[in-house]
């Protein structure tokens, strides 16, 4: 008997506690990569001095949605996330959609953290060795390296994204520190960043397009459910922890350099050095070598979101095979570590098909991480508008003894405040995607399209394959 087949179908039970989980949610989150890279932009583009309290306000839109979201959790096992909230709630070929969407989505965001790591990878190797490495090598030895740790046991990806978040976390506390030690910059310390005043500042629509895209990956608390201990407990706890700590430290890493360059010169300063923003002040603050380690820990960072996602797209394969929607293979588990191996062969294979298709196009990365940003923005973005109304329609069949405010105010505001980021993303998919092009304004309709092709697969099913059609959702039973 082969190592997948003695292990085929099941996923390692009582295998990840609350921290496990939420180091692979703020790992998946790329808190260095968000706050050096993605931050200035915002300053910048954004509502300027006003982007600490905008990162503490998204984080509070992203807590009412765990309201309903972790609720009915409680009344749904199972893999993944999103795909077992809208079939319960909306229907079955809604689930398909809303699972097609998805997969498409973390693929997009896979990709931009890998084509990412390509390019800082081959920075780095550039300045200190003088050789000149395409970038799509880079993301093909990685993807071999994010196999390699997905195919090990859970808690294995855990500590390895465990460490590496801690790093990155010790790092830019260290600078917020040492700056609040030295008094802050040239205008002190002060809480004006938090202002009401300073979120009306500059163009706050253009500020929520980056700061939304920083808590992308939140909800995949879930995708582990199976896998955790008292999931029903667990879960829930894991993604209140996993919003409240990425917006703190979004938030108070920013008031930080905002301080360190003075709340009114924050914008000036992002807008003439977007790349070297932090990593002047580390150098500044705790010596030259800090720099170097910023540029080891920036690669860390994105191995880490990368890892974090391919763990989640393995599950969402495993568990639609399971269903009956891909071949029953893609359900084998690895004897051992019990994970989900043939999902992440294929997902590795597939991902490196894209790479080199990528790469023989000619495509340079930065346009294809803007692409792929935007992709991934406005899927997300889609399917959480659509599980808050789900979350509604699910309660309202029997509201199982839950409060008001947890089945129904609090998805609704949420469905609100979640479709005016949406949005406001899609109104301005040029500036977030570097691309002016007819394709990526059609983004939106093209998303559409997959969660209608997802939809129109279930009801085919339905006539032509209703056992299977019947089976759907059996594994949240």
């Known amino acids: 008997m082969s190592i997948l087949e003695a292990g085929s179908g099941q996923l390692r039970k009582d295998a990840m506690g609350v921290w496990h989980i939420v180091f692979f949610v703020v790992a998946a989150a790329a808190p260095l990569a968000v706050v050096v890279g993605v931050s200035p932009y915002a300053f910048a583009a954004g509502n300027g001095t006003g982007v600490p309290l905008t990162f503490i306000l998204v984080g509070a839109m992203y807590l009412l949605f765990s309201v309903g979201f972790t609720t009915m959790s409680a009344h749904i096992g199972g893999a993944v996330s999103f795909y077992p909230y809208i079939a319960k709630g909306l229907g079955k070929p809604m689930g398909v959609g809303g699972a097609l969407i998805s997969i498409a989505s973390y693929i997009a965001v896979q990709l931009m953290a890998m084509t990412l790591f390509g390019i800082f990878s081959n920075a780095i190797v550039t300045q200190y060795t ?86 992308i990956g939140f909800e995949a608390t879930t995708i582990f459910g199976e896998e955790a201990r008292e ?57 030259g070598f800090s720099g170097v380690v910023l540029q080891v820990l920036m690669i860390t960072s994105l191995f880490a979101c ?24 893609m359900a084998a588990t690895h004897a051992e570590h019990q994970s989900p191996q043939t999902a992440g062969i294929v997902q590795m294979f597939m991902v490196a098909a894209i790479v080199l298709v990528f790469a023989l196009a000619g495509l340079k990365p930065e346009v294809i991480v803007g692409l792929c940003s935007a992709f991934t923005a406005i899927g997300i973005l889609m ?69 209608l092709i997802g939809i129109l697969f279930a009801r085919w099913l339905r006539t032509a394959r209703p056992q299977t059609y019947a089976n759907l959702g059996r594994v949240f039973n």
């Open 306 to 329: 990368v890892l974090s996602f391919h763990n989640t797209i393995n599950r969402y394969f495993f568990v639609i095979a399971r269903e009956g929607l891909l071949n029953a293979k």
């Open 383 to 451: 399917i959480q508008c659509v599980v808050s109304v789900s979350v509604i329609a699910f309660f309202s069949k029997d509201h199982r003894g839950v409060n008001a405010w947890r089945r129904l105010v609090a998805p609704a505001l949420s469905t609100i405040a979640l479709a005016s980021c949406l949005y406001l993303m899609a109104s301005h998919l040029a500036l977030v995607s570097g691309s002016e092009s007819i394709f990526v304004q059609a983004y939106p309709i093209i998303i559409a399209g997959i969660g």
């Open 231 to 287: 999931p029903r407990k667990t879960i829930p706890i894991a993604t209140y922890l996993a919003v409240a700590i990425i917006a703190v430290f979004y938030a108070f890493s920013t008031w930080a350099i905002a301080l360190d360059y003075g709340p009114t010169n924050i914008v000036a300063a992002a807008e003439a050095n977007f790349t070297g923003l932090y990593q002047v002040s580390m150098e500044k603050h705790l010596g």
């Open 130 to 215: 003088g050789l000149d490495i395409p970038w799509w090598i880079y993301c093909l030895m990685l993807n071999v390296g994010v196999y390699l740790c997905g195919m090990r046991k859970i808690e294995f990806s855990g500590r390895v994204l465990g460490v590496f978040m801690i790093a990155e976390v010790l790092v830019l506390s260290l600078l917020g520190i040492a700056i609040l030690v030295n008094g802050g910059g040239p205008e002190g310390i002060t809480l004006a960043p938090f202002g009401f005043s300073a979120v009306n500042s500059g163009n706050l629509s253009l500020a929520l397009v980056f700061i939304v895209s920083a808590f």
